[in-house]
Structure formats: structure tokens, C-alpha cells
């Protein structure tokens, strides 16, 4: 799609930025000391920090990830909603508490409490590191994914402008700023999608997208013998367009052609107009067509919409939430699918076209083909989802800038109270995202080449302002999520590695300051990594960090809480073997030879991609096993 | 734990605890029935429950909303003790 930047837009989303910057300055000389720094002094009210939880979690992957897959695939998104909520109970129940009582400022801290030793340390940091830097590669793509249709710049730009406000961010006022700009990132992310939401229900759902034409429906023995379909010249098969016989192209009025794809039903045939790309040494044409907006020119146009509703009606009004549901449950949505079609001068044409599927699929999980496998009886297809919604249910716990929340508030009380704001808070958005991502489905707003934009274009289409407001929202999320993250990793160098691991003995000034070049040298290798990333699915580094923290860090957390018989050697032990195991299984897994390396899946040498059912249990065994063995031996 | 606390406070904070370890288990039971139903028996998650809406929606919302209903049980029965608990002992000695 082609993208105008608009005016407001620009104005918004420079208020947003200014302020936020602004604001960090302002409180910068809060957190000259290390416990201003890492922790906010423990100063924070434990309402502002649960919202501040919201803001942390709700990163770019939850708001434009899960609504843009919800709106491309229907239900599979909405599992994980599921799953990254479901990760707060363990938070809440199991980890909050001794997470506060135990620790100072870093996850190290609480992990070393018992044992002061340096291995635990050094291990956790590198943990930490890892974690933090997976996480950060899909924000900063994110961020450029953004900017691109906001503000008309290039992918890189809005990398560097997130880098450049976020590492201000952090050096200023360390924990004490990021907090409050995750404050307001989060309540004004559930607020406007909650506003969203309700525009979404009470323009209620409508059959059809102008856009497109439907031809048909015709006998199925007889409209393949017609030699001009609508008035139109029918087009020869050739180039490349022979290959399957589901493709009709039409002369168009204009220029190029006019692309359909055929559909049988029930003995009639019907045609439905796609959408084609082709990459060629000319330039981007568009169904034959140079790409621009001029006279004989074309762009791809948005699609989604709702193909049959309930009965004779064609809009149905106004709608509550659970009639919202229930009328697409019997309705037929049109999903935008992609194929490809090659042609004589080995160019390739990217072909987007609407598959009719009843809404009664779109709301049960197994559409989306990483999820497609639950429907079968293939056990790999299981145990990928059993392994991610373990992951998921495992990983939340253990996200290392989650983590250091909890030294922002007072006690332990305090702790638990801003886990059940930032419960709270983050499960209305999920309940949020399914109708957001529906939204976006049916109201014919949907980039049919990029479903990251989903929900910023689902308000575009209600009105300029709502699509400026949370556009900049969401580049708002990037900046929060970013800036915790990096403050995480910053905390791991400085206080973990330099100066725990390394037993280097800082003063207070010095060690902040050692904080703050850590800060600066990740968010500038998170701004390399971000550009050189650009074209890496997002969602799966998050699935990654996910599985990573997960294996590294809750099972030695939990056990330490647990188990009396934890030793250090066993918690040290149970972070690497849980942080390599799942690094190494994920690095040789058959999604990251196809979608990273570019190699054939099939030659992957593990069985299934996701490695949280492995892995986690690994570390677990691995604790056991060495402290046992550990404690058999006599102490030195 | 603080050593020298107040007999009471130590037992209603062991009771808190071991609330949250009920509440943990009732919440991680559903999701696993949850997790186990959508891979062994996908089918049964259209069935269509109540009020038009099919199985995956209703247990889907139902573990959200079950989420945040335990978190405020949870916060309610642990409310008392709050008042009683002073600041927690930090881990003392700059680093």
C-alpha cells in the first residue's frame, strides 16, 4: 500500500515524543544515586506501577503483533493473548513477593541472595543480556515498521529516532523516568483501544468491500468456454499466469490487467479480484501496472470484509460485545491469503487474493499454519503448541525488565498490589485485542502485504485523528518497552557482570555512571540490529526471548523459592544449560533454516521448533542433578 | 522472612502464601485443560456453548477474566496484612 503521511499525525506524534523526552529531563535529577537509577529509590506508588507493568508488557509485538495476526488469521492471535496473560499468575502468585524480599535492584540480585557468589551472578547477567537483546530486535524493527506510514520515512529513520529518544531516555532519569513514561504509555494504550473497541461495536459488521469486484456466479461447466467475462476481454494464460488454472485476468480500463481468482462452490463458480506484485528490473508494476498513483498506475488497495452475513441483512447496526461474536460465528469473512506465480523472465509476481472461510473457523483456533498442525494427527504440530503456550505460561515470569519492577515499589505488599493493577490492566487490553484484530478484519482497512498495521489502520478508517493518536501510541510502546529493556541490560553490565561477577568495587557515582555508557553501547547495538533485521518476521524473536527466559531463568527462580536443597553450583548450572539448550534449539530449528537462514526446513536436525517442553524441564533436572551432587561433596 | 516478626503476622503471612499457592494450582488446572483440549480434541472447541458463542471464545475470556478475579481474591484476603507489615527488610550494604 502506498502510505500518506498526513499533517496531525506528525504534530501528535512529536508532542508525544517531546513530552516523553521532556519528561525524563525533568526527572533526571531524581536518579543521580544507584538506587535512584536502577530502582526509582523503591519510591514509585504501586497504583502508577502496575499501570507502568501494562506499559512494559505491552510491547509493540502484544498491540500491532497479536491484532495483526488476529486480523489476518481470527482466533490462533487471540491464544496469545491467552498465554502472555496467563505468565502473570505465575508472576503474581509464585514470584512477586520473594522477588522484592530477596533482591535489590537486578534479577541477579534475587537469585544470589543466599550465596553471594560471582558464577551466579556472571551467569544470570549473560542471561539477562540475551533475553533483553532478543526482545530488542523486534521493538526497533517495530518501530521502523511504524514510522514508515506515519511519517513517510525510511524504515532506518524511525529505528535511529527510537534509539536516539530512548537512550535519552534511560541516561537521564534511569528507572525513575522509564517508569513514568510507561505509565502513561499504558493507560493511554488501554484507553484508546478501549475507545476503539467501542467505535468498532457500534458500527456493528457490513457485508462487502467496494473496492474489489465479484464476478459470478456461473454454472461451473460453462463460464470457462466464455470468451469475455463482465463485458471484458478475456486475457490469455501465458506467462507464467498458465500454471494453475485459478487465476482469470481481465483487460483492465486503465492499464495492465485486472487480476480474479476462481472460486467453486456448490457447482457455481465465482471470481473474486486479487491483487498482484511484480518485482521486475523495471520497477514494481501492480496487476500490469507501474506502481504510483498516477492516471495509469495502480497501488494495492486494503482488503478484509465480510462476505455473507446472518440472514437477508447486509449491516447489522450497532452490536454488543457477545452479538458481535456471535453474528461473525455465522457469518463468511473474506481472509487475504498470498501465492506466487513465476514468470518466463524468472521474475516473480506476489499474488494477494480473498478466500471465502466461514466465520465459525475463524473463531476456533488452528487457521494460522504455525497453529494449523493441532488439527491433525501429526504429533509434531501438538507438541510445537503444547511447547509454546509452556513457554508462554513460563517466560513472563522471567523477562528480566518485568523483573526489575519489582524494586521499584516500597515492599513486598506494594509488589503484590502493582502485579494486580498490572494484571488487571493487561487483561482488559487482551480482552481488547480480539475485537480490534476482528475489527481490522472486517472493515476493509487491512495492508494485505503487512498485517503489523492492523490496528493503526482500523482507525484510520474511523477517523485521521484516532489513526495519529494511536499511531503514536503505539510508537509510544516501542520507546517504553525499549527503554526498560535497555535499562535491564544496562543493570546486568554494570551491576551484575562489571561489578558483581567481576568483583570490581565501584562508588556509587561511578557505578551509575558505568550504567549509563552500558545503556548508550545497547541502545546503539540495538539500533544496528534493528536496521539489520528489517525483513525478520517480528513475532518469532519475541517467541524467542520467551523460550529463552523461560529455560534460563524460572526454573532456577522456582526452585530457590522451593527447594531447600538449591546450591549455587545448581542454580549455575540450570541458568546456562537452560539459556544454551534452548538458544542452540532454536538457532538449528526448521522455522529459523527457512524464515532466517534461508535453508531448507527439512534439514533442520531438531524435531519440533518451539523447545519450551525440552528445555525447560532440562534446566530443571539439570539444578537437581548438580546440587545433589554438589552438596554429596564435602564444601572446600 | 523476618525472623523477629510478630508471631501473627508471620502465620497470617505463611497463610497469604499458601493462598496463593491454591489460587495457582485452581488457575494453572484450567490452563491446562485449556492447552490439552485445544491439542487433543480441537473439535470440541466449536461446539457452540452459550448465548451463540463457541467454546474457544467463552474459555478463552474465561481464563482472562478467571485471571484477574483470582488476582483481586488474592489482593482481598492479603489486604489485612499490609497494614500490619512495616517496610520489609531490605538486603542491607551498597555494592
Known amino acids: 500500500m502506498i502510505y500518506d503521511p498526513s499533517a496531525v499525525a506528525i504534530v501528535v506524534f512529536l508532542a508525544f515524543v517531546g513530552f516523553t523526552v521532556g519528561l525524563s529531563f525533568y526527572l533526571g535529577g531524581k536518579a543521580k544515586s544507584s538506587a535512584g537509577y536502577f530502582a526509582a529509590h523503591g519510591q514509585i506508588p504501586w497504583f502508577i506501577n502496575g499501570v507502568a507493568f501494562a506499559g ?41 513477593e520473594p522477588m522484592k524480599r530477596l533482591g535489590k535492584f537486578t534479577f541477579a540480585d534475587a537469585l544470589d541472595a543466599q550465596f553471594d557468589s560471582p558464577g551466579i551472578k556472571a551467569a544470570a547477567g549473560v542471561s539477562t543480556l540475551i533475553v533483553s537483546v532478543f526482545y530488542l530486535i523486534p521493538q526497533m524493527v517495530g518501530a521502523g515498521v511504524l514510522i514508515q506510514p506515519l511519517l513517510g520515512f525510511e524504515h532506518w529513520h524511525g529505528v535511529v529516532l527510537v534509539g536516539a529518544a530512548v537512550i535519552t531516555i534511560v541516561v537521564t532519569a534511569g528507572m525513575v523516568s522509564t517508569t513514568w513514561v510507561q505509565f502513561l504509555k499504558g493507560s493511554l494504550l488501554v484507553v484508546f483501544s478501549a475507545v476503539l473497541v467501542v467505535l468498532v461495536l457500534n458500527r456493528g459488521l457490513r457485508e462487502g468491500n467496494d473496492a474489489f469486484q465479484t464476478l459470478g456466479p456461473y454454472p461451473a461447466g460453462q463460464w470457462s468456454t466464455m470468451s469475455e467475462l463482465d463485458g471484458r476481454e478475456i486475457l490469455p494464460e501465458e506467462d507464467g499466469w498458465q500454471a494453475s488454472d485459478q487465476w ?14 476462481v472460486y467453486e462452490s456448490e457447482g457455481f463458480v465465482w471470481l473474486f479480484q486479487a491483487q498482484s506484485v511484480r518485482t521486475s528490473d523495471v520497477g514494481t508494476l501492480i496487476d500490469g501496472a507501474p506502481l504510483g498513483r498516477g492516471a495509469n498506475e495502480k497501488s494495492l488497495k486494503p482488503g478484509g470484509s465480510i462476505r455473507n452475513l446472518p440472514g437477508e441483512q447486509t449491516e447489522t447496526g450497532p452490536l454488543g460485545p457477545v452479538d458481535y461474536l456471535a453474528t461473525l460465528q455465522q457469518s463468511e469473512v473474506m481472509l487475504w491469503k498470498k501465492s506466487s506465480v513465476r514468470h518466463d523472465n524468472g521474475d516473480e509476481s ?3 487474493y480473498p478466500q471465502p472461510t466461514a466465520g465459525s473457523k475463524v473463531l476456533r483456533p488452528g487457521e494460522h499454519p504455525r497453529f494449523a498442525g493441532i488439527r491433525s494427527d501429526d504429533w509434531v504440530g501438538k507438541i510445537n503448541f503444547l511447547s509454546l503456550m509452556l513457554a508462554l505460561f513460563c517466560g513472563t515470569a522471567s523477562l528480566p525488565h518485568i523483573l526489575i519492577r519489582y524494586y521499584t515499589v516500597k515492599d513486598g505488599a506494594a509488589a503484590r498490589k502493582s502485579t494486580i493493577v498490572g494484571i488487571a490492566s493487561i487483561g482488559f487490553f487482551y480482552v481488547l485485542t480480539l475485537y480490534l484484530g476482528l475489527g481490522a478484519m472486517t472493515s476493509g482497512t487491512l495492508d494485505v502485504t503487512n498485517n503489523n498495521m492492523a490496528a493503526p489502520l482500523l482507525a484510520r478508517g474511523m477517523s485521521p485523528l484516532l489513526f495519529a493518536i494511536i499511531s503514536a501510541i503505539a510508537f509510544t510502546t516501542v520507546l517504553g518497552t525499549v527503554s526498560g529493556l535497555i535499562l535491564a541490560s544496562s543493570g546486568a553490565v554494570a551491576h551484575d557482570l562489571l561489578g558483581g561477577a567481576l568483583g570490581l568495587q565501584f562508588s556509587e557515582a561511578v557505578q551509575v555512571r558505568v550504567a549509563k555508557w552500558a545503556a548508550v553501547a545497547v541502545g546503539l547495538a540495538a539500533i544496528g540490529l534493528g536496521i539489520l533485521f528489517q525483513d525478520l518476521n ?10 529463552i527466559a523461560a529455560s534460563a531463568n524460572l526454573p532456577a527462580l522456582v526452585m530457590l523459592l522451593f527447594w531447600r536443597g538449591t546450591t549455587a553450583q545448581g542454580i549455575i548450572a540450570s541458568v546456562i544449560v537452560g539459556m544454551v539448550s534452548s538458544l542452540g534449539w532454536i538457532l ?17 536436525p531438531v524435531p519440533f ?21 554438589s552438596r554429596s561433596k564435602p564444601a572446600g | 522472612m523476618p525472623d523477629q516478626g ?43 456453548v452459550i448465548a451463540g458463542l463457541n467454546l474457544a471464545i467463552v474459555y478463552g475470556f ?15 484476603a492479603r489486604r489485612g496484612e499490609s497494614k500490619v507489615q512495616a517496610a520489609g527488610p531490605q538486603k542491607g550494604g551498597q555494592s
Open chain 1, 538 to 547: 517480528v513475532s518469532y524473536l519475541v517467541g524467542w526471548a520467551f523460550s
Open chain 2, 6 to 48: 510478630i508471631s501473627t503476622q508471620a502465620s497470617a503471612e505463611r497463610r497469604g502464601a499458601r493462598l496463593g499457592v491454591i489460587l495457582f494450582l485452581l488457575y494453572t488446572a484450567c490452563y491446562l485443560g485449556f492447552v490439552f483440549l485445544n491439542a487433543f480434541s480441537p473439535g470440541s472447541m466449536d461446539q457452540i
Open chain 1, 588 to 604: 538449528l530449528s526448521a522455522d529459523t533454516f527457512e524464515k532466517v537462514y534461508g535453508l531448507d526446513p527439512g534439514s533442520s
Open chain 1, 248 to 261: 482469470v485476468r481481465l483487460a483492465s480500463p486503465t492499464n495492465g490487467f485486472d487480476l480474479f481468482r
Open chain 1, 56 to 96: 512494559d508488557y505491552l510491547s509493540a509485538a502484544s498491540f500491532l503483533g497479536i491484532c495483526g495476526m488476529i486480523a489476518a488469521y481470527g482466533y490462533d492471535g487471540f491464544l496469545y493473548s491467552i498465554g502472555y496473560l496467563a505468565g502473570w499468575v505465575v508472576a503474581l502468585f509464585v514470584i512477586a
Open chain 2, 62 to 76: 474465561g481464563l482472562i477474566l478467571l485471571a484477574i478475579l483470582l488476582a483481586f481474591i488474592y489482593g482481598m
Open chain 1, 350 to 352: 506476489v499474488v494477494y
Open chain 1, 609 to 629: 521448533s518451539q523447545p519450551g517442553i525440552v528445555t525447560i524441564p532440562l534446566a530443571l533436572l539439570t539444578l537437581v542433578i548438580v546440587s545433589w551432587w
